[in-house]
């Protein structure tokens, strides 16, 4: 059975000028239709983590559930929020990914539940090669263990707030994606990464 996907758009969005920049123009349509789509064939149910008005987003008909943790801790808390959804729809299992990262691998999903039956781990973080760290993390993008979202609540409670702080301990596998061609966890920080998320549109369209 394909795990349910929590797709993260909790963040401040502070380098964009605030606001919510899943909901900005990629390619004339709002860069998370472009997330929700590459993400859909992947997973079964889907929500959103975000957090003030769900209203806003009625447009993309997913559940939308907030962080249960105040202060916009980061990426955990939306973790924790769609842990403590997929609970009550009975899952074992989520998939996580970035709102803002929308040419993500079509393969993410096959291949995070392929390295945690062969690493027979809770937790999966994908990780591309880099040249001058050796790999490079992507640590909104992951499969998580539904039963440890009391361990993830009380880390966050303790001030927890770095993924690979709370990951670690776990024994988290690790998900090499070869790069061929533009790097597929290219996420738009800033008006400059949305130009050429752009142009990357472009190029992948041929």
């Given at each position: 059975m394909k795990p349910p996907g929590v797709i993260l758009a909790g963040g401040q969005s502070s380098r964009m000028g605030g606001g919510d920049k899943a909901l900005l123009s990629l390619g004339g349509k709002p860069l998370l239709e472009h997330v929700i789509a590459r993400l859909r064939p992947q997973v079964g149910d889907m929500v959103l983590n975000a957090n003030g008005d769900p209203a806003r987003f009625a447009q993309f008909?997913?559940?939308?559930?907030?962080?249960?943790?105040?202060?916009?801790?980061?990426?955990?808390?939306?973790?924790?929020?769609?842990?403590?959804?997929?609970?009550?729809?009975?899952?074992?299992?989520?998939?996580?990914?970035?709102?803002?990262?929308?040419?993500?691998?079509?393969?993410?999903?096959?291949?995070?539940?392929?390295?945690?039956?062969?690493?027979?781990?809770?937790?999966?973080?994908?990780?591309?090669?880099?040249?001058?760290?050796?790999?490079?993390?992507?640590?909104?993008?992951?499969?998580?263990?539904?039963?440890?979202?009391?361990?993830?609540r009380a880390a966050l409670a303790n001030g927890v707030r770095k993924v690979v702080q709370w990951t670690k301990p776990h024994g988290c596998a690790e998900m090499v994606f070869e790069l061929e061609g533009p790097d597929p966890f290219f996420n738009i920080n800033t008006p400059q990464d949305m130009a050429r998320a752009e142009e990357m549109l472009k190029e992948i369209a041929g």
């Open positions: 008909h997913l559940p939308v559930v907030a962080d249960s943790v105040g202060g916009f801790p980061g990426p955990l808390a939306g973790v924790l929020a769609g842990m403590d959804w997929a609970h009550e729809q009975g899952a074992d299992y989520i998939v996580t990914v970035a709102a803002d990262t929308p040419f993500f691998p079509e393969n993410l999903v096959m291949a995070l539940q392929m390295a945690r039956e062969g690493a027979q781990s809770p937790l999966v973080m994908a990780v591309t090669p880099d040249p001058e760290r050796g790999i490079a993390r992507h640590p909104t993008f992951g499969l998580w263990r539904v039963d440890l979202r009391d361990d993830l």
